[in-house]
């Protein structure tokens, strides 16, 4: 998991944290997110899955958009979107891509 914060337009910092399932990183994570918040720092975190994850669900629009062939579905609503874009094949794109992406 990478932790990516930045503090009233200061440079974007990243923090990673790696251990076995199980060892507390949510934990900890669940823990200092606050810390930083109170501080004025806005928080996004990148979560690594090492398996295949949905976060559509099937019989939706965007779940049949994407499966129609859509390499990109955003949903958007009043209190969140997501962004959900299929690889189709292509390689994982690395850490630092994913960084530039965010927008803490």
Same mark, same amino acid.
Do not use: N
């Given at each position: 998991?990478?932790?990516?914060?930045?503090? +009233?337009?200061?440079?974007?910092?990243?923090?990673?944290?790696?251990?076995?399932?199980?060892?507390?990183?949510?934990?900890?994570?669940?823990?200092? !997110?606050?810390?930083?918040?109170?501080?004025? !720092?806005?928080?996004? $975190?990148?979560? %690594?899955? %090492? #398996?295949?994850?949905?976060?559509?669900? =099937?019989?939706?629009?965007?779940?049949? #958009?994407? %499966?129609?062939?859509?390499? *990109? !579905? $955003?949903?958007?609503?009043? +209190? +969140?979107?997501? $962004?959900? %874009?299929?690889?189709?094949?292509?390689? *994982?794109?690395?850490?630092? *891509? #994913?960084?530039?992406?965010?927008? =803490?």
């Amino acid at each position: 998991m990478a932790i990516i914060g930045r503090s +009233r337009g200061r440079t974007m910092k990243t923090f990673g944290f790696a251990g076995w399932s199980g060892s507390g990183k949510t934990t900890l994570i669940e823990k200092l !997110v606050p810390l930083f918040v109170a501080e004025g !720092v806005k928080v996004s $975190l990148i979560k %690594h899955a %090492h #398996h295949t994850f949905d976060v559509d669900q =099937p019989g939706k629009d965007s779940y049949r #958009h994407r %499966h129609a062939g859509c390499t *990109e !579905v $955003l949903v958007t609503s009043s +209190r +969140r979107w997501v $962004l959900m %874009h299929e690889l189709r094949g292509a390689e *994982e794109p690395p850490l630092a *891509e #994913h960084v530039r992406r965010m927008s =803490p």
